[in-house]
């Protein structure tokens, strides 16, 4: 039971998964059938600030400055009611919500959402988690937001037991191992906004999708030799496998009844430009990867930024280029947004 129920602000940024969390062997428990890598990415972050108030008679969200209702709202105050029950507390809350970044950008993640929510609604009611314990309550509100409660490189391992308690995340390297490691987003003009919930589309892609089981086979080796790479800041060794990744996690997609397209025509440019790149160099100069979403993330290192940057600027129906690195894991700040 928590002492004394007041406010906190949490702040926490997305992650881009280099090895991708697709599918749950328990969903009400959010636990994964695969193990999953992620980066947790600098410089942009959702900070969230939660007060319990006993005057309010229901959870009052406002996201980026505007009340939200709907689905939003009834996904943190269900999120809030484990909080509630984990702390004894009964009062509703205010939460306030906001992305140093443009909503509209599509780099809004419900992973740097939760991971947000579930800090700032722990330290509120009066609860002090450590980062794994923290880390576990984020995975209920969006499986990937378990990864951002970590900075750097994150494993989140999917582990074997029923009751989860071997299903943890947990940093593997800090974000200062690899300085020269970039991340550039491709933000994809006129991306669509996602059709169905990963939480939903993932199971979609269990039960129907072909290539599921021959995926999931392939992942531990997968993972084991980025690990390697990582550890041994080798992008040679690396950037194909994140390729080979991300083309796995989309060829599960496009096998789903019905099918799971996420790219847009000047996506696959996007894939197609890195291809060529690396062809043509007769190296691993970039790595694609992307979510659930049009957007394309494009690793590269310090020394081949620049033009890799003018590549991907240059195609038709590339907005913008942002430029990303690895960044701190969630962490409690002064005062609200
Ligand atoms: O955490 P969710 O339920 O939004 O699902 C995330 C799924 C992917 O972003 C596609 C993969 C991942 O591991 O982040």
Redesign the pocket.
């Known amino acids: 039971m928590a002492s004394r129920a007041g406010a906190a602000t949490y702040r926490a940024s997305p992650n881009i998964?280099l090895v991708?969390?697709?599918g749950m062997r328990d969903a009400a428990l959010g636990l994964p059938f695969n193990s999953?890598l992620?980066l947790t990415l600098g410089r942009i972050h959702t900070t969230t600030r939660v007060r319990f108030d006993p005057g309010l008679d229901a959870d009052r969200l406002e996201l980026n400055g505007r009340l939200a209702v709907g689905r939003p709202r009834e996904e943190v105050a269900r999120f809030l009611d484990r909080v509630r029950e984990r702390a004894g507390l009964i009062a509703q809350a205010r939460v306030r919500s906001r992305n140093n970044f443009p909503t509209a950008s599509g780099l809004a993640s419900?992973?740097s959402g939760f991971a947000a929510l579930a800090g700032a609604a722990t330290a509120a009611a009066g609860l002090s988690l450590d980062d794994s314990e923290l880390s576990r309550l984020a995975r209920l509100g969006?499986?990937?937001?378990c990864r951002s409660v970590f900075g750097g490189f994150v494993l989140w391992e999917a582990g074997r037991r029923a009751d989860g308690q071997d299903c943890v995340a947990r940093q593997l390297f800090p974000a200062s191992h690899w300085p020269e490691l970039v991340d550039l987003v491709a933000l994809i003009r006129d991306a669509p906004t996602k059709a169905v919930r990963?939480?939903s589309a993932?199971q979609q892609s269990v039960a129907t999708s072909p290539g599921y089981a021959e995926r999931l086979a392939q992942i531990p080796s997968r993972l084991r030799r980025m690990q390697r790479a990582i550890g041994e800041r080798d992008a040679d060794s690396l950037f194909p496998l994140v390729i080979e990744e991300c083309d796995s996690f989309r060829a599960v997609c496009e096998g789903t009844v019905p099918t799971l397209d996420y790219l847009t025509a000047a996506s696959r440019r996007v894939l197609a430009a890195v291809r060529e790149l690396n062809a043509r160099a007769g190296r691993a100069v970039a790595a694609y990867t992307h979510?659930?979403g049009a957007h394309v993330h494009v690793f590269t290192t310090e020394g081949d930024r620049a033009s890799v940057r003018r590549a991907l600027a240059r195609l038709d129906g590339v907005g913008a280029v942002r430029t990303l690195r690895a960044g701190p894991g969630g962490r409690r700040v002064a005062s609200g947004p």
């Open positions: 998964a991708k969390y697709w999953s992620s419900s992973a969006s499986g990937s937001a990963s939480a993932m979510d659930a």
